[in-house]
Structure formats: structure tokens, C-alpha cells
């Protein structure tokens, strides 16, 4: 039987990912909203897209999200995004990244939906998230405006906003291999992220409240509170978070070390398109770990905090590592002769 997953050569970061499942939840959102499409998802990287769904805000590799029928899921652009400079393009997907664990709110999503069919207004906790407002707020936070009110956006107004279109080749049939990698668990690290940040963010509000939703709350509560430090660094230090990035390191370790060229198998089947990719991701990474770092060494000096100490030590470390990639899909692209200099 065949079976469909994103084509992630047709997309760009920025972009919006509507699904839809043969399940009730699906069916009566879609009917509710008069709309094919119940959830939306945005694309921030490469195979890696962030969304609301019942575990909260989280990203999940789309390599892992497979379809059984390729009209189950459309990807839609804004206007705007389709001449956006990279660094614009990264403000849009900034935002749903900052919100990584903060808990999904179905009265809300309701609420919305309320307010789609009656336009009575009601009061919402926006503190909280769902699909399609974290969308909207997205964009938003950009300076696009694709909801009059983002806090009450639907999956509907998104679909019917005059200014997203459908990109065309966005679906392909899954190859054996691909179906193979969606189903191995094991190698899962974004779900074992999930899990592990949520774990903080439930145990973090036991100590500090529900305002935490995400880490960059636990960091502004402690800059407040710094009686709690110890017992967060050490709660942070328990949880696994720190040394999540190993897993890939283990499972992938052709992303990282020269050793492995030329006989690892997944170096040679690499072209050149699949090696510059590599080093474009690497590049991202490394922008975007460096930031966080530099953030948090700034915030450190304001605020001694040991929690700060421990995320500016993490972020060095992935900063370490993303250079590492750099380097070696540099090298590895010389050694094709696709790399001048």
C-alpha cells in the first residue's frame, strides 16, 4: 500500500502544513469550521516544523509524519514569504520556537471556534496555545497579519486567508527506506526532547507556578525568585535535558566526524545537493545556538543565576557541535569538488 510524506525540496521555512486524520476529532473540527483541513503546523527548518497538538507546542521531524492519502495534507505560503531574505523568514518561525512547552488549551481552541460562527468575543488565556493560533501569532510577531484576531484564529482562517496559496509537489510516496526511518523510535530524538521539556515545564510550575510555560518563563521567575535556582538546576540536571543532544551524536555519527569518511554508507550516498544542505542546516544551527548563548551570557550578568550557567554551558556545547558539522560538510564538499575556496 502506498504511502505519502512531505517533499521537503518544494518547501521553505515559513511555511504553513494543514493535515487532516480519519478520526472524530478531525471530522467535527472540519465540520464545525466548514474547512478540509482540522490542524496547521509551521515549517521553521528543514524536515522540521513546530506545532500545538494535546502535548503542548513541540516540533517533530516531518520525516516522521507519514500519510496514507497525499490529499490528507497541503502546504501553503504567504504572499509575503515568497521573496522574504532568509533572516526575515527566520522571524516568522522565532516566535513558535520561543513557545516550545507551553500547554495546549482545547477550551480555548473551542472558544475560538465560538467566536468563528457567533463573532461574540469571548475573554481567552492567552497564555496558553493552540494549532492555529500559534500560527497566527507567528506571523504576527513578524509583522504579517493573517487573523483579525490572532488569539481566536481558527485552522478555517488561515485556509480561506486570501494571501496563503497552495504549493504545488509538496506531497510525495514514501519510499521503503523513509517508511523504515518513520517507524524506528529509536533513533526519535525529537519525541524524547518533547517528553523530557515537558517533564520540566509540569515539574517547574510545582516550584515556581503556572505562569511557566516555557523556559524562557523559568528564566524570567528566576531573575524574580532566585531562592528556587538550585532546585530548578537540579531538577534540569536530572531530567536528561542537557545531554539530549548525544543522541544524535551516537545515532548520526556521519553529521559529526571526518573518521567516518569515506566508508560510512550514508556519506556516499550523499550528493552533492544532500551535502550542501548538511552544511546549510549546520550554518542555521550554529546562528541560532550562538544567539541563545550570547542571550544567556548576557542575561548571566545581570542575574547570576546557576540555572543561566548551565544553559550558557549547553548552548556552548551545541555551538561546538554545529561548528563541527560546518567544518565537515565543508571538507566533504571540497573532496566532491562542489566547494570552491
Known sequence: MRKYLLNCDSLQIGDVICTREDAPVSHTIRKALSCEYSHVMIYVAHSSCVHADGDGVHSINTQRVIFDDPSDVIVLRHKLAENMAPEELENICAYPRSKVGTEYSVSDAIKAGIYAKSKLKPIVDSKYQYCSRLVAESFGH????????????????????PDFKKIDGAVREATPEELEFAADKSRDTISKQTKITNEIIKASQKILGKNVQTFEDIYRELVASPANDEKIESLIQGSGYLTIWADDVLKCPYRYFKTNYPNDAVIKNLNPDGLRLELSMA????????????????????????????????????????LQRQELFRWLLKENGSLNG
Open 283 to 322: 550554518e542555521k544551527d550554529l546562528e541560532r545556538f550562538n544567539i541563545q548563548r550570547l542571550n544567556l551570557f548576557a542575561l548571566n550578568n545581570r542575574f547570576p543565576r546557576k540555572v543561566f550557567e548551565q544553559q550558557i554551558n549547553l548552548y556552548q556545547t551545541l555551538v561546538s557541535l554545529a
Open 142 to 161: 513578524a509583522g504579517i497579519d493573517v487573523s483579525a484576531e490572532p488569539s481566536l484564529c481558527t485552522p478555517a482562517d488561515i485556509q480561506k486567508h
